[in-house]
């Protein structure tokens, strides 16, 4: 039996016996690991607060034959705050399946708990929030776009357009001069492409550190939706939940 030392934030408790827990939890280095907490439902145990859905800890893993149970565990951030908003919790529950369809090591699992702390402080529009991570992520995973200037000609346009899927911008005259069908492609503007470009090239801590206009965060945050759910090519629950209580 050999041990194993992680940062960890769990991302789902199901039960499981009489009063175990089976844990998915993602980690920096390790990916998702799948977690045995012995006794965490019962009253008085040590492994009952950090066993809860967005705990982020300190662990200590017993591993044999490639499953593992929670050996210690000390608490880094219980992220307690937003627990009292569904809202929060509903945007959070999408942000972490994103990372997970992505891959939540790396950049984009120190990408999620700063989200995390955002959502916890309240101190950015949920809009900004969403969009900034869904951006980020892509570009973390190989899918981001290319939406600084035109790709063809360099310039950049007061409007750029991209393809539905991603890809290189173009600006209108040379979109038109390949035949593209501008109307199948995706605009946006100036205070846009600033933002994407913020989203891309700022430090993971300061990816959230900007502002926009409640009208320039709307299409934002519909552009940076729209890519990431035609590269992920699904609609996950929690995002339909999210949706829900909007």
Known sequence: MSHLAVNGLVVRAVEYKEA??????????EGTLTVTARGARRRGSPHAAASQVLCYSRMVLSEY?????????EILEGFSAMRGSLLSMALASYLIELAQTLAPEGELFRLTLIALANLNADRRPHKLIKAAFEMRALF???FGPETD?????GDEAPTM???????RALCPF???????DIDAMLPYDTDCRLALRHIRTAPAEKVFSFTASDKALAKLAALCEFLTLAQTDRVPA????YRGLL
């Open 140 to 142: 973390c995973a190989g």
């Open 20 to 29: 175990d827990l089976i844990l998915s939890v993602i980690t920096e280095q």
């Open 161 to 167: 357009l991209l393809p539905a899927l991603g890809g």
């Open 65 to 73: 034959r490639d499953r593992f149970t929670l050996k210690e565990a």
């Open 149 to 153: 200037a035109c790709s063809r000609c």
């Open 174 to 180: 040379c979109a038109r001069q390949r035949g593209e």
């Open 238 to 241: 929690a995002l339909d939940f």
